[in-house]
């Protein structure tokens, strides 16, 4: 079989949970042209990927589990946009090892890789009001998510999601390379010389 298929394109939004990732990826994928995927970790929580019953009760220690699971994450998600499909990808980038793994395995793919900002009493203040995560990983995650990478673009939460959708669409619209992916290929090509 000769497949032809032309690579899909990749959204990256990185920044710490409760930050609005999900809102802004689910009104970019509304408003796009092309049609996009939207895909992260809780897609995969929500959908029982996870044997979560086990991991709570104790029968499966989840940090045993975690690695090889973000691991797969990230394997899946250049599979995917090789086969021709467009990724609106949310992510909570938790280390710098994660980051150079990202950027190893999408770095071939044309990324535009968004940071979004929010304030850490902010960020607190929605954990608290979603009730559905652990109090303490907006702080944690605040406080290391944006240090390990750079970016095509950055977004303030607090800002509308009207403006933030404009905002992400007309710089998409206007990349160019290199993008913050090609740049940090070139910063570690560099720094392994």
């Known amino acids: 079989m000769d497949d032809k298929r032309v690579a899909g394109k990749i959204i990256l939004i990185n920044g710490a949970s409760s930050a ?3 809102t802004l990826a689910r009104a970019l994928q509304q408003k796009l042209a092309e049609p996009f995927w939207h895909f992260s970790i809780d ?3 929500d959908a ?3 044997p979560l019953e086990r991991i709570t009760s104790g029968e499966f220690a989840w940090p045993l ?3 090889a699971f973000f691991e797969g994450f990230h394997r899946s998600l250049p599979a995917l946009t090789e086969a021709g499909n467009n990724l609106i990808i949310e992510h909570i980038v938790e280390t710098e090892a994660w980051m150079a793994r990202l950027v190893q395995l999408l770095a071939p793919f044309d990324v535009f890789f968004v940071g979004l900002h929010c304030p850490l009493p902010e960020l607190e203040r929605r954990e608290v009001a ?3 995560r652990r109090i303490g990983e907006a702080r944690t995650d605040y406080r290391k998510v944006h240090s390990f990478g750079v970016y095509d673009l950055e977004l303030e939460s607090r800002d509308s999601l009207d403006l933030n959708v404009s905002t992400v669409m007309a ?3 206007a990349r160019r390379r290199p993008h913050a992916f090609d740049r940090m290929v070139a910063r570690d090509s560099c720094a392994s010389i």
């Open 48 to 50: 029982k990927v996870l």
């Open 171 to 173: 710089a998409w619209k």
């Open 20 to 22: 609005g990732k999900t």
């Open 130 to 132: 979603r009730g559905d």
């Open 65 to 67: 589990l975690r690695p």
């Open 43 to 45: 897609h995969l929580r």
